[in-house]
């Protein structure tokens, strides 16, 4: 399967592309459809890379909504928890399409999603053509005694996720230290190790989650992770709102990667924000997220990393704090390698966007800038993934179809 855009422009220049097998076979001036290319017309559009959702749990759209305006701990175990233990995978399958219909119209390829029913999930990534790393959250409740069923979880989902192929791949997420406890924390390290998983897990997103790790183990979370083994190269954190210089440092030695969350921590009032200056200074890699859409209540990350680049700024009270190419760069996953984020480069995953330039937001002045600073999901025109559009003049096949589904699922758990 062969595709060619043709008059799209790049890097200001007028520009062809070409795609054969999934993949980027051509890319710049003089480069031409050739017999049998699928054409598209991009006259009126730049192209851009597709954007990375470093943390979601995606099918929480069907929670838009429902629980606003309540600190995280009231939120999750009055209002989120007690529906979640109704949740079937139709449920978790439905809400996680609705989001991927969100992802694609606002211009994320890929996602890192860590939910309930992975198998479910993944079957709605491979039937919306997005890429995604799938998860499901690991809980023991803090008791030891129940470390037996969390590994039987883990299993179960290692098979459920395992061999579906290059869009879907697993990686094991315990949901927080307050959540699970010493000994499947350090089992789940054995296995990440064992298997070359990656770990995703929510860390320091509240000062009081940092106090409970002080009091019970004697060391700040970071350093508890690393104790534990958990702390490495295949790790992503979520969130790390309030890591400190000493285990910023360890972060960075480790090689960890941190996904931050701002308009999530604004809303559920973190009380902080990520320190992105002092990560970068160590060399941290750092992405992107939106977290759910029970949290955020968006999943458009062209939204995020505008409010993401100016509150980095206004906390270090320096405007070229994250100058507009750098947040594009977190924003579009190239300051995370373990996110998986592609480049426009011959032989690179054709996942790109075609960006309308017709639009008032992008007309004039600097494209980047206007893409951090003014533009919202709306001006995204094409959605490709694997050289497939999935979105083509603000059209998703299927759309209204996958809408009123997960109308429905959130109605039978009395959330419509």
Known sequence: ????????????????????????????????????????????????????????????????????????????????????????????????????????????????????????????????????????PLVDGLDPGRSGDLRDAVRRSLDELTGRGARVSPALAPHAIYTVSE????????????????????????????????????????????????????????????????ELDLVGERGATVVTNPVSNLKLVAGGVFRYGAARERGIPVGLGTDGAASNNSLDLLQDVKLFALLQKHEARDPAAVPAAEAWAVVTGRRAPLLGAGTLAVGEPADFLLVRTDVPELSVGDFTADLVYAAAG???????????????????????????RAIEAARRLGLG
Do not use: K
């Not at 054969?20 to 192209?47: H, K, W």
């Not at 929480?60 to 233990?85: C, K, N, S, Y």
């Not at 070359?196 to 860390?203: D, F, M, R």
């Open 1 to 136: 399967m062969s595709l060619a855009v043709t008059g799209a422009t790049h890097e200001g220049e007028r520009v062809g592309l070409r795609v054969e097998d999934g993949r980027i076979a051509e890319l710049g001036t003089g480069v031409e459809a050739q017999p049998g290319d699928e054409i598209m017309d991009g006259r009126g559009t730049a192209i851009a890379p597709g954007l990375v959702n470093g943390h979601t749990h995606a099918a929480m759209t069907l929670f838009r909504g429902h629980a606003d305006d309540l600190p995280l701990m009231q939120w999750l175990e009055q209002r989120i928890w007690p529906v979640e233990a109704r949740l079937a995978a139709d449920d978790v399958y439905w809400g996680t399409r609705l989001a991927c219909i969100e992802m694609i119209r606002t211009g994320t390829v890929r996602f890192w999603d860590m939910y309930w029913q992975p198998g479910a999930i993944a079957r709605a990534v491979e039937d919306a053509g997005l890429r995604a790393t799938v998860g499901a």
């Open 183 to 246: 000994p499947s924390l350090a089992w789940i390290a054995d296995q990440a190790a064992t298997h070359g998983l990656p770990v995703q897990i929510h860390l320091s997103e509240t000062l009081d989650e940092v106090e409970r790790c002080v009091a019970e183990h004697g060391v700040r979370p970071a350093v508890y992770l690393d104790r534990l083994g958990l702390l490495g190269p295949r790790t992503l954190l979520a969130h790390g709102v309030w890591l400190d210089d000493d």
């Open 378 to 404: 709306g001006v995204v025109d094409t959605t490709v993934v694997a050289g497939t559009a999935l979105m083509r003049g603000g059209v998703v096949d299927g759309q209204e179809e996958v809408r009123t």
